[in-house]
DNA sequence: TTGATTAATTAACATCATGTCAGTATGGTC
DNA sequence: GACCATACTGACATGATGTTAATTAATCAA
């Protein structure tokens, strides 16, 4: 594969860029008939041949791709985490009102995962027939639970929050998301988004900021940028 | 099947009980390899061969009693079910300090979900392959759902928890609860019950009773039976 | 005990999805 | 237009599933 590399001594294009495009055309189509099929069907209706037959390409040159249906899962859930992060940073990065913050990464994680409802529902369907699915699905509820502790530990740093361990309650609330969405919004016809936006929001601003915030969704609290290692007095 | 009744008014033995037990006897064996299987095995590697080689009786003879691997996960989950709810009774139904009860029913559910948490995740996982589990599954958390909600209620009606709709968080809690199990308890080497039960602990008591009860597990409150359609005025 | 009857069991088969491979076609670059 | 790597395909081997027809074993009546 590499043997005639060794002809000259400089090499300008190892990875010959000749035909790539048309590789990733093709594997966008896989995945676009991925998400085509997913929308409509459960992912455990889902063999090669349905799959390829959505495509205009032959049912084995599926796995020149993926080593089965499995990894498709896996590049499929890497594209709904970085959608569902992308909504979520207000909370986690922005200074101002923490309570009207929360509210507002929650409301954008509900009408993400409205939108992809049937996708995240088939991934967890995948999670329980594949270990690796599975691993993927765990490793990136840890990302959201570790980033969440340290959100939480930060607000107490700052006195908003009481002092607890945070991570158990972060786990939990995270938990009690990815639940909510997948059986709310995961098959068709999905379920209305405001209830589960509602539960979801009682619930995180209830067990973080205390009940009083609960109805209004705004407070009086205010986040500014904790000073760190101030000069010793 | 049933020509021969006919001969006389009287049928002593509608359903002949001559070999009753021999069948019954090898329905249960097959359970019983069921149970050991997936202690130690996740429900995507137990195929019929695997399972059957754990029994003294053919492969084949496993259709005789179930139509598939799903149905099989359909009768264990059915026992599972009526085992969580006999530990779940004391909040459910007793009299007595509320938050006293549910720590111990929560207590309960924990104790018994920590041992039986490899069947919870087979059966999550099954569902997940398999509409009808599915169906079986949600249909429990529903029925979980309706009787926490009919406690709530009847709390609130004693004034002892705020009125709010009990459904929606009904809802949420015991999915929580669900998905803390299979999460922490489903694959060996189990995690330790005791956090769970903290973290659990914690979301109901702060979110039914208020935060103040959280740390103690007991309150100064007292749950008497309410008088059902008082003598009017 | 014995034979009749019915249930339980099995060996062998047909089906289906999976994943692989050797050979063919194609598109991009010179 | 010719070459080359890459992408594609038809045909195959494997493994699990669920069924059927034939066999074996257990129960009861006499």
Redesign the interface.
């Given at each position: 594969m590499s043997a005639k590399l060794s002809v000259s001594g400089v090499v300008f294009k190892p990875e010959p860029t000749q035909t790539i495009g048309r590789s990733e055309r093709t594997r966008a189509e896989i995945l676009d008939a991925a998400f085509r099929f997913l929308w409509s069907h459960?992912?455990?209706d889902m063999t090669v041949d349905k799959l390829m037959g959505l495509t205009s390409i032959s049912r084995p040159s599926f796995y020149n791709y993926f080593a089965d249906t499995h990894e498709l899962m896996e590049s499929l859930l890497a594209i709904l985490e970085s959608d569902i992060l992308k909504g979520v940073n207000p909370w986690l990065c922005d200074d101002g009102d923490p309570v009207a913050l929360l509210h507002q990464s929650l409301a954008a994680e509900v009408r993400i995962c409205y939108r992809c409802g049937p996708f995240l529902k088939a991934v967890?369907?995948?999670?329980?027939?594949?270990?690796r699915v599975e691993a993927g699905w765990?490793e990136m509820l840890d990302r959201f639970d570790d980033a969440v502790s340290e959100r939480i530990a930060a607000d107490q740093e700052l006195g908003l929050i009481e002092s607890f361990d945070p991570r158990?309650?972060a786990?939990?609330l995270n938990?009690?998301d990815?639940?909510?969405y997948v059986?709310a919004f995961g098959q068709r016809p999905r379920g209305r988004p405001e209830?589960v936006l509602?539960?979801?929001s009682?619930?995180w601003i209830?067990?973080l900021y205390?009940?009083k915030w609960v109805a209004s969704g705004t407070s009086t609290l205010f986040r500014k940028q904790k000073i760190v290692s101030p000069e010793p007095l």
């Open positions: 459960s992912f455990r967890t369907d995948a999670a329980g027939t594949d270990a765990y158990p309650l786990t939990m938990q009690v990815a639940s909510m059986r209830p509602e539960a979801i009682r619930a209830s067990s205390g009940q």
